[in-house]
T-cell receptor, first 112, second 114 residues
């Protein structure tokens, strides 16, 4: 089944403790992206990647890192999480914009 | 910069009534246009998309949307709403130049009453 898989689905962590949210797609898509969703703000893009080793900042990149060493994987790294990064995070992939974007099921992160 | 506006934060309709959710975009050329639905506690599901051709597009679950270039709009419609349609709906745009960021509106929450 074609899908984008995120892990974990839920995560509670403490301020400053580094964490990684994994994202993997099995559709050989070139484009991958991370979004965060907050009430009243909709979905805002954090980082995106056009291909392996090619990444760029989205609208809200501060406090996040990404890497794209393989085509299928696009992990989101929070080096020193803070409470304002408590949010619902989505990974998405696309081969071409005209085909739409496939989203993962989301990761609900709480930083205390 | 491109932007997407969904003017209605929350809409309540009666089951069986018709529905129209508004979406306006700001972009120089005609972008790819999408509607996504997010049920409570779920991820985003693509309802329909437009990138060229017929301006009335059909999607899943009985939804349709009409692209109006003159109004820079891409409104979502459904003739008869079911209680299971209660969810949050997002309009999104992407420049029609390949793999590029998807820009979302802030969403419209739909409530359905009996």
């Amino acid at each position: 089944e074609a899908q984008v898989t995120q892990n974990p689905r839920y995560l509670i962590t403490v301020t400053g403790k580094k964490l990684t949210v994994t994202c993997s797609q099995n559709m050989n898509h070139e484009y991958m992206s991370w979004y965060r969703q907050d009430p009243g703000l909709g979905l805002r893009q954090i980082y995106y990647s056009m291909n392996v080793e090619v990444t760029d900042k989205g609208d809200v990149p501060e406090g996040y890192k990404v890497s794209r060493k393989e085509k299928r994987n696009f992990p989101l790294i929070l080096e020193s999480p803070s409470p304002n990064q408590t949010s619902l995070y989505f990974c998405a992939s696309s081969q071409d914009g005209s085909y739409g974007y496939t989203f993962g099921s989301g990761t609900r992160l709480t930083v205390v | 910069a491109q932007s997407v506006t969904q003017p209605d934060i929350h809409i309540t309709v009666s089951e069986g009534a018709s529905l129209e959710l508004r979406c306006n975009y700001s972009y120089g050329a005609t972008p790819y246009l999408f509607w996504y639905v997010q049920s409570p506690g779920q991820g985003l599901q693509l309802l329909l998309k437009y990138f060229s051709g017929d301006t009335l597009v059909q999607g899943i679950k009985g939804f349709e949307a009409e692209f109006k270039r003159s109004q820079s709009s891409f409104n979502l419609r459904k003739p008869s709403v079911h209680w299971s349609d209660a969810a949050e709906y997002f309009c999104a745009v992407a420049p029609n130049s390949g793999n590029t960021p998807l820009v979302f509106g802030k969403g419209t929450r739909l409530s359905v009453i009996a």
